[in-house]
């Protein structure tokens, strides 16, 4: 039977709940625990495969094929685990999975009702999530208050009255502002959100206070008086130079310790010697400037885990990397001058594109470390096309009557009427050679996905004929996963998206290589 740790969030939205929650499961984790993270979001999507990256980051995949969530990201991160569907919960699949139970008969005739039918419906999903595992650690999206989210919460309260004390724990994430005009730490919104997390029957049993500066030992004493908690329950989440990091704050103010003592937890046995000196190594000289030329510029989140794996790199090779955005909408290739190597990230859509498609130019000419990914290997297939095969070329996503598609939607993507959850998502195996090969050290490579249309392989042979190498193809052959051009430092290309499959502690191969091509 798992024990379950909750974390909750208060005052506003996007205080770093899932940071949090991936920090504490680390610490746990050195004491030899099963962590198994949950995610829970109140909106009706049934996913966030469909929403905009402007307005939620971007979208996270998981190995079993789901979008989820980028809080999975850092779960997965930080842990070094793989997650599963069952861990990521919606108001839309919680709703869907009640309603097609009640039209099915399952409910015998009764009055479904939000309690005890949906809150029912979200514990046994957490249940089914957690399984055997030691701790389940359950994230509760969104603020205390808000509509959405309250079936969460009461749901949270039933198991914390169901099962006895040493078997549950509730973390509660507020802000504590800093008043320019006082130079003062502000409590009251910590105190106000409390208020209402006992509105819903519940009590935290650990206040952490997401600041700019460490929590003041006054503020400290003041949050525990008025919110119920020892002071040394009442945890400082400051303003840090990197994520990872904040494994290490927690550490110091001994938070795993404070709750192995309520939940009766084993001893630890594991240091963090390794997570150090990496974190250590990302607070270095950095080992050079890496482009990300995308058109979700606006919104910081939309290629984090991109980001990441370019940060876990670097840190392997014991530095930093300093990472920009460069807007492709409106491109001037001189700015491209200043960097290291570019990365051209996934996406979508016909905006920004010919910008990508012009830095790829830029940087197969002037034998620039480049790294496409997803969408970005299929543009370095159409400039290829475009200016060394002088092919009138484009992608059937983007096209505007040229003869050449040589990125089409497969087959079986034409007819979907539906599209959410029906792109090629999840981990698909590709056989590789040549410098892929090399890099992966092994002749099969297995990635995740997340797309609906391929390089055409009526160009394959064409292209390879012309000097880019197609260097992995799906298992039958078919589909183009990897090309390369072995004259170029570094110019690869993949279908895949290995920033999915990439951890701080093993950090994904493709991006090691495209990191040391740069020093």
């Known amino acids: 039977m798992p024990k379950w740790i909750f974390v909750t969030g208060g005052v506003l939205s996007g205080l770093g709940k899932g940071l949090v929650s991936a920090s504490v499961s680390k610490l746990l984790q050195q004491r030899e625990l099963d962590i198994t993270p949950v995610k829970c979001d109140g909106y009706l999507n049934v996913d966030p ?11 996270f995949v998981l190995s079993d094929g789901t979008e989820v969530d980028m809080d999975f990201g850092h779960y997965e991160r930080f842990l070094g685990i793989e997650t599963t569907g069952d861990c990521n919960l919606t ?58 989210n309250m079936l969460y919460l009461e749901a949270v309260r039933q198991i914390i009255n169901d099962l006895p004390d040493e078997d549950t724990y509730l973390i509660h994430t507020t802000l504590v502002p800093y008043l320019e005009t006082t130079g003062e730490q502000k409590t009251k919104p910590t105190q106000h959100s409390v208020k209402k997390l006992r509105e819903t029957g519940l009590s935290p049993d650990m206040i952490v206070g997401r600041s700019r500066k460490p929590l003041q030992s006054s503020v400290v004493e003041k949050i525990s008086l008025f919110c119920d908690v020892e002071e040394q329950e009442v945890i400082s989440d400051h303003d840090i130079d990197n994520i990872y990091r904040l494994p290490l704050i927690f550490d110091e ?15 630890r046995n594991n240091g963090i010697k390794d997570w150090r000196e990496r974190v250590e190594n990302l607070a ?37 990397v300093e990472i920009q955005h460069v807007e492709t909408e409106d491109i001037d290739l001189s ?68 003869e050449d598609l040589v990125v089409a939607e497969m087959s079986e993507q034409k007819n979907i009427e539906h599209k959410g959850g029906t ?58 996963e990897y090309v390369e051009l072995p004259d170029n430092r570094f110019f690869i290309g993949t279908q895949a998206h290995p920033e999915f499959n990439s951890s701080f502690q093993n950090p994904n191969p493709l991006y090691t290589e495209f990191i040391n091509s740069i020093l």
């Open 335 to 402: 700015q491209l001058e200043k960097f290291d190597g570019v990365v051209i990230p996934g996406g979508f859509g016909s905006r920004g594109v010919e910008g990508k498609i012009k830095a790829v130019e830029y940087c197969r000419e002037n034998n620039v470390p480049i790294l496409g990914l997803c969408y970005g290997m299929q543009l370095m297939v159409v400039e290829f096309s475009r200016n060394v095969l002088n092919l009138d070329a484009a992608s059937e996503e983007f096209e505007k009557g040229e």
């Open 91 to 148: 108001s839309g699949k919680v709703f869907s999975e009640v309603i097609d139970r009640e039209r099915k008969g399952d409910y015998l005739g009764e009055t479904v009702q939000m309690v005890p039918h949906v809150t029912e419906e979200i514990k046994e999903n957490w249940k089914e999530a957690v399984d055997d595992s030691d701790i389940g650690i359950v994230e509760i999206g969104g603020t205390v208050g808000d509509i959405e």
């Open 423 to 480: 792109m090629r998502l999840g981990d698909y195996t590709a056989e590789v050679k040549g410098q892929v090969k090399q890099i992966y050290g092994s002749k099969k490579v297995t990635e995740r996905h997340r797309h609906r249309y391929e390089v055409n392989p009526d160009y394959h042979g064409r292209l390879e004929e012309n000097g880019l190498k197609i260097s992995g193809k799906m298992e039958d052959g078919t589909l183009a």
């Open 49 to 59: 495969g469909t929403m905009n990256p402007h307005e939620h980051g971007e979208v």
């Open 253 to 267: 103010q001994n938070v795993d310790t404070i709750i192995k003592d309520e939940m009766e937890l084993p001893e």
């Open 284 to 320: 270095s000289e950095p080992l050079g400037t890496v482009a990300i030329c995308g058109k979700y510029m606006a919104m910081d989140d939309a290629y984090a885990s991109v980001e990441e794996a370019l940060k876990h790199a670097a840190a392997e090779k014991g530095g930093s």
